[in-house]
């Protein structure tokens, strides 16, 4: 009988798990299918706290991994396919075995959302992302694009101007489903260009190593085109990675799952959530960290009480 396990490995994952570590539960971890999570696809991280001159993603997770299992955590490295909520102790199922536990913390984190291109693959974190607040300072004095049409990408296209000299916003149809505030202050923009009715056909870049146009169609008429530039942000959704959950927990119409407000409790006691799976905010390392480490002091307490 395990008192928690923590399903996902990213900064709410491992965070957790130091933290119920210290408090002598006895975490068992499942690093799941993609450990370290979103910051493994990042470059380099300089907002995190602690790290003045910024550290590599997959460096950050290795460390917090480290940390985690210097304090008695312990790692399996296998994706769980199967989860019974239903009733107590709760079932965990993962490479092929049933684990029991009293509580659980899920940090599997969130996907965003790609263009699907193979150049987007091989340029990711070469010039490409899909979270300004996180690489924007990279592109100072530079040429972006934003592909999107809703608030996030108006967002993002604001942001990235504090940064790049021009941000061109590209969306495939000939109106935004932003808000009307949002297109306002995006219209307002003078260093913001929309070009409308057209989809990034290809990234160019890859023989060099970083990103240095991208290939264009319109939609109306197919006619290509290139548009040299340094950056292409992706924002076109993220996608919270709640499958496993869907049927046993409380989720909102976007897939996230529900906790009590300013809370990592979910609609089942004992189970917690922890970093962008219950966040469709702010999607940062550190609220990701800090919001593992108040479900493991949760969990502290309920197995206490």
């Known amino acids: 009988m395990r008192n928690v396990i923590i399903i996902g490995s990213g900064p709410a994952g ?75 102790p709760f079932r965990v199922q993962a490479g092929g075995q049933d684990y029991e536990t009293k509580t659980v913390i899920i940090s599997t984190g969130a996907t965003a959302r790609r263009l699907g291109l193979e150049s987007e693959k091989q340029l990711y974190g070469k010039g490409v992302s899909a979270c300004a607040t996180c690489d924007g300072f990279f592109f100072k004095g530079k040429k972006v694009i934003v ?69 264009l169609k319109d939609m109306l008429t197919g006619e290509m085109s290139e548009l040299p530039i340094d950056g292409v942000f992706s924002a076109i959704g993220h996608v919270p990675n709640t499958e496993l959950f869907k049927h046993s927990l409380e989720l909102d119409e976007k897939g996230y799952i529900k906790t009590v407000p300013g809370t990592p409790r979910t609609s089942i006691p004992g189970v917690f959530a922890a970093g962008d799976v219950q966040d469709p905010h702010y999607r940062q390392a550190v609220t990701a960290a800090g919001s593992g480490c108040a479900a493991a002091i949760e969990a502290e307490r309920y197995l206490r009480d």
């Open 14 to 88: 491992w965070t957790a798990a130091v933290y119920a570590a210290r408090a002598e539960l006895k975490p068992l971890l499942f690093e799941g299918p993609e450990p370290g999570g979103q910051l493994t696809t990042t470059t380099e991280i300089e907002n995190f706290p602690g790290f003045p001159k910024g550290i590599l993603g997959t460096e950050l997770m290795a460390q917090m991994r480290e940390q985690a299992a210097r304090f008695g955590t312990e790692i399996i490295s296998e994706n769980v396919t199967a989860l019974d909520l239903t009733a107590r």
């Open 147 to 215: 592909v999107g049409g809703g608030d996030s990408a108006m967002e993002e296209a604001n942001f990235l101007t504090r940064f790049a000299d021009k941000v061109t916003l590209i969306h495939r149809r000939d109106a935004f489903r932003a808000s009307k505030i949002m297109q306002e202050r995006t219209f307002k923009n003078p260093k913001i260009e929309v070009i409308w009715n057209t989809a990034v056909e290809e990234i160019l870049g890859v023989a060099a190593g970083h990103v240095t146009g991208v290939k």
